[in-house]
């Protein structure tokens, strides 16, 4: 990245929950950042305001039945406008863009990310899916590029900025912290038929639907692990996970002489957003202090395998490799979908997923069309199950 302070950023995924963030911070300092592409899935009026705000170089509509919602009004502004997931991987290799934020959620974040690295972009990443599917071939082509790739999940944000002056020091080990979500401390029977709106209620962030059941669930956490062993190059047994329900510490690294560096702070996405984006530099915020007087203790429990299989999953998918984590990936996301739409019971998930590990048929060292495919045949079993099998949520 240029030494510069100054970055030229493209936000993929602006009108959700980290995006919004993003653009946050991004309004906070001017000086700092100028955004140059700003997308959206379906949300036509939010993208439209950001885009009438921000002034960007392009938007981005997935759904081109909204295109024409937005052209007339921005191309008047100067903005061009695209839409459809060709135009999501195009719009990335603009010349002016310094960083990509991925802020979009699941899988459909994978091909942007692996273009704007090939481009030769930085990558402040939010979108794990990406790196829990195809890991191994995005850190590949990030090392082949000389890209950077820059947490913004909190826990990786807390990793990277200890690593930060510890480079040639070996990790012993790290410690992911998960807050337990909404259901921490319950049993499996008692979550097996927990509703959507209980699971979206999570205790210490607000975050997109999708991460909100992955939380809920610990599925968050499983894909968490995954992300760090690419981020960091750690075997699975360097990557512990601990439940720390009050989220101050946001994760820890042990080093060789058993030193232990852990980063804290109120949770807040716009830290490690800000982070990403900025780095090397830590700017000045306004965001709220963490004040010791309103934390009385700070607790740490081992997580429960038992009532959250999904975590036990994701370690199993990593040992695994090859597509594992990928079909791991692709029935998460469509039990998920299924659980919000009340079509499959809470608990019936990590059993849906498991079917579908051992189902799937496994490639040891899958290409980047492999993935697509053990996606979309991850999908398309998953969902048979789903119909043939039905086991709707008690309303
Ligand atoms: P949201 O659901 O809030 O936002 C997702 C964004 O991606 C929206 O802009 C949405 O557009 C867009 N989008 C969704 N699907 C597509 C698609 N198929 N094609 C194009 N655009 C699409 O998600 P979050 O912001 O919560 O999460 C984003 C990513 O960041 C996820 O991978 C999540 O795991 C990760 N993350 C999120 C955290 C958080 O605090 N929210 C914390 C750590 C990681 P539209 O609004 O039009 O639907
Ligand atoms: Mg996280």
């Not at 906070?28 to 379906?42: I, K, M, Q, R, Y």
């Not at 981005?60 to 024409?68: P, T």
């Not at 998918?317 to 990928?326: D, I, L, Q, S, Y």
Request: hydrophobic residues 40%.
């Amino acid at each position: 990245m240029k030494q510069s302070t100054h970055r030229h950023i493209a936000i993929l995924g602006s009108t959700g929950s980290i995006g919004t963030q993003a653009l946050d911070v991004i309004r906070a300092n001017p000086d700092h950042f100028t955004v140059e592409v700003l997308t959206a899935g379906s949300n036509a009026d939010l993208l439209r305001a950001q885009a009438l705000e921000f002034k960007p170089n392009a938007v981005v509509i997935g759904n081109e039945a909204k295109y024409a919602e937005l052209k007339d009004v921005l191309f008047e502004e100067g903005i061009k406008v695209y839409c459809g997931a060709d135009a999501l991987c195009d719009v990335v290799e603009m010349e002016e863009i310094d960083i990509v934020l991925t802020a979009l959620v699941g899988f459909a974040g994978l091909r942007p990310t692996m273009r704007a690295i090939e481009a030769g972009k930085h990558i402040a990443l939010a979108n794990k899916e990406t790196l829990v599917v195809a890991g191994e071939l995005v850190t590949a082509a990030a090392r082949e590029k000389g890209v950077n790739i820059y947490p913004v999940d909190s826990e990786h944000s807390a990793i990277f900025q200890c690593l930060t002056g510890e480079f040639h020091n070996p990790v012993e080990k790290i410690y992911l912290t998960a807050s337990g979500g909404p259901f921490r401390g319950k049993t499996k029977e008692e979550v097996y038929h927990a509703r959507p709106e209980d699971a979206l209620k999570h205790p210490n962030w607000e975050m997109g639907a999708k991460i909100t059941i992955d939380s809920a669930s610990m599925m968050n956490k499983g894909l968490e692990v995954i992300e760090a062993k690419w981020l960091f190059g750690l075997k699975s047994e360097q990557i512990d996970v601990i439940v720390h329900p009050q989220s101050i510490i946001h994760s820890i690294v042990q080093f060789q002489d058993g030193s232990m560096k852990a980063q804290m702070g109120l949770p807040d996405m716009k830290l490690p957003i800000q982070y990403a984006l900025a780095y090397p530099q830590r700017l000045p915020s306004d965001f709220p202090r963490f004040d010791f007087r309103n934390f009385a203790s700070l607790t740490f429990e081992q997580p429960d395998y038992e009532a959250f299989k999904n975590l036990s999953l994701a370690f199993e998918a990593m040992h695994r490799g090859g597509n594992a984590p990928c079909i791991l990936n692709a029935a998460n996301e469509i039990v998920v979908r299924a659980f919000l739409d009340k079509e499959l019971p809470f608990g019936k998930m990590p059993e849906v997923i498991e079917d579908a590990m051992n189902s799937v048929a496994f490639i040891a060292k899958p290409t980047l069309e492999q993935y697509f495919e053990t996606d979309e045949a991850t999908r398309t079993y998953v969902r048979n199950k789903i119909k043939a099998a039905p086991e709707p949520a008690k309303p």
